[in-house]
């Protein structure tokens, strides 16, 4: 008896052993794989002898952003003061935006196909009549941000909250219930994971917008200075500004990634572990 | 005992001229306090029967009236509970048996000042469930018979006069079903609202109701009822009496006619 137990303890240990070891294994993942494509990059320019202008290896980018790190510093945080501004209006405007399509089925059929087509326009194509408006400054890179990272928010809260089971509509109609009551207490809180899974593709394009807006209409922050460096021919200087773009991405997914766990964590909880525990 | 829902030759058509007739000439009539079963082959309009009674949907043609008034909207004194639990996933358990009470207009603006006599009624529901300690956990936490069980109580939190019960039990394994069928009887023995249940399962019917009306195919009209008159609180025991069966097969006949579209004597 008490060696049988002894056994399953052994067992039970083993299996936990792995269960950590998987996990430690999954977090560090993504840092082997940058590391290994890295290096893999660094053996391809050395082995293969490509010209720094061509490709620059990881050290010359290294050496480069080392070299510029105050232009890149402060061209990132004028991006990012861009995007985050852009980002914010689009939250903004995409929540109410998203609350009126997907609560009226009038607002949905007037407004849906104006927001398709309104998407489907590139939208480098409207920087330059944002530089006519306002000229070349802060405004073409926000509001640039702004229009991209819009749709996907507004299409995520409205799907939210278009899908609310009839029934359970039912049941709070039945008791009296306003519209406004099942926005508010169904509605909104069910359209929250999707929310935030739009935040996170949101965020990202909000980046690209900046950048986009930044390169056309070249008046500051990492999308002119690589375009600066391009024209010089610097191509170490414009990967790092490619590096640096990267990262700052990576962050902002992360932060919207961190504030859905811990607002909407019923959403993924009891389907999948995994998600909660393991991500 | 008077009338608590009367309704007067009423028809359901869905979606215009040409759409679906769910209902047609439908009459019946709920007396208060009444507990009645609604059975049918599927499709002949009980959902839509229900949605009538609760003023979700106005009828196309004919009469309803709940509690001496005619139904034109919402009738607002409802609880109602169905196949699926559709509790709100991001609410404990205690929060989703109390959300009726943030939204009837009756109580929402009690609520606040009145909020720990509230709570206090809720856990008591949720004890006569059996569903006592489980309060703060989420619904993801419990199984599909406990998810039920606190569907039912969000039902019955805010004392409706009327319950509107449509298949709540249907999704359930056998074994949690006749616990509940002791549940609800319970639930209704100690209030006595006016329950309408609609069901597929004739046991269920003759179990819980004091009249099982039948339902013609669609679309859909009372075409046979039947007094159930075993002494309450029935048992499961009850079940197995010869008389109980007889009743259920009786009930079996008529829809095994009603959905052939032949004519029942009763
Ligand atoms: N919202 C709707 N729009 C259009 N037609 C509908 C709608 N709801 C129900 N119907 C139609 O009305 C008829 C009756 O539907 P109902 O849901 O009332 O049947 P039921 O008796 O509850 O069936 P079941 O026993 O399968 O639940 C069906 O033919 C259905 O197609
Ligand atoms: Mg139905």
């Known amino acids: 008896m008490a060696e049988m137990s002894a056994r399953a303890l052994a067992r039970f240990e ?35 002898g490509i010209a720094e202008f061509v490709l620059p290896a990881p050290h ?10 105050q ?18 209006l689009a939250i903004l405007g995409g929540v109410l935006l998203g609350i009126a399509i997907g609560s009226s089925a009038m607002v949905y059929k007037g407004l849906y196909p104006v927001l398709i087509a309104f998407n489907s326009i590139p939208k480098v194509a409207v920087v330059p009549i944002l530089i006519i408006w306002f000229g070349i400054g802060i405004w073409p890179p926000i509001i640039t941000a702004f ?4 749709f996907p928010i507004v299409v995520n809260v409205a799907t939210g909250i278009a899908t609310v089971e009839p029934e359970l509509k039912d049941v709070l109609r039945a008791l009296g219930a306003r519209p406004r009551d099942i926005i508010v207490k169904v509605g909104l809180p069910r359209a929250m994971p999707f929310f935030f899974a739009s935040l996170k593709i949101a965020v990202t394009v909000a980046f690209v917008g900046a950048i986009i807006a930044e390169s056309v209409a070249p008046n500051a922050g990492i999308g002119r200075l690589m375009m600066v460096a391009s024209s010089r021919f610097d191509v170490p ?29 019923w959403a993924t909880r009891g389907q999948n572990q995994n998600l909660a525990t393991g991500g | 005992m008077r009338p608590f829902v009367e309704i007067d030759r009423v028809a359901m058509r869905y979606g215009g001229v040409d759409g679906t007739l769910a209902l047609q000439d439908c009459s019946l009539c709920v007396y208060e306090g009444e507990f009645v079963a609604v059975v049918g082959p599927s499709g002949c309009g009980k959902s839509t029967l229900m949605r009538l009674v ?3 949907w106005p009828a196309t043609e004919g009469n309803v009236i709940v509690d001496g008034r005619e139904v034109a ?13 559709t509790l709100l996933p991001w609410r404990r358990i205690l929060e989703n048996v109390m959300l009726p009470l943030e939204v009837t207009p009756q109580h929402r603006h009690r609520l606040r000042s009145e909020r720990a006599a509230y709570e206090a009624r809720a856990r008591e529901l949720l004890r006569l469930v ?26 019955l939190i805010h004392e409706p006069k009327l319950l509107m019960l449509d298949e709540p039990f249907s999704a359930l394994d056998v074994f949690t079903r006749e616990e509940l069928w002791e549940v609800m009887q319970d639930l209704w023995l100690a209030r006595k609202p006016t329950v309408i249940l609609v069901t597929h399962d004739l046991r269920e019917a003759v179990f819980l109701a004091d009249r099982v009306l039948v339902m013609s195919a669609r679309p859909g009209r009372i075409i046979a009822e039947r007094r159930v008159d075993f002494p309450r609180p029935r048992t499961l025991e009850t079940t197995y009496s010869p008389e109980f069966q007889q009743l259920a097969a009786d009930l079996r006949r008529y829809i095994a006619a009603a959905r052939t579209g032949e004519e029942v004597s009763l």
Do not use: H
């Open chain 1, 14 to 48: 083993a299996m936990a052993a792995a269960a950590r070891r998987r996990r430690r294994l999954e977090a560090a993942l993504p840092w082997l794989v940058i590391l290994g494509m890295f290096g893999l990059w660094e053996f391809v320019v050395v082995a293969f």
């Open chain 2, 73 to 85: 909207g919402p009738v607002n004194i409802v609880g109602m509970a169905f196949q699926s639990p």
């Open chain 1, 147 to 150: 229009l991209i990272s819009f």
């Open chain 2, 54 to 56: 609760s003023g979700l």
């Open chain 2, 130 to 155: 059996g569903l006592e300690g489980f309060e703060r956990k989420y619904p993801y936490q419990l199984s599909g018979g406990m998810q039920q069980r606190t569907s039912l109580c969000r039902a």
């Open chain 1, 71 to 88: 232009p890149l510093m402060q061209d990132s945080l004028t991006t990012l003061y861009s995007t985050l501004a852009g980002f914010g």
């Open chain 1, 237 to 265: 200087l414009v990967f790092a500004g490619l590096v640096v773009t990267g990262f700052m991405g990576i962050v902002l997914y992360w932060i919207a990634e961190f504030i859905e766990r811990r607002t909407t964590g």
């Open chain 1, 60 to 69: 010359d980018i290294v050496r480069a952003i080392i070299k510029w790190w």
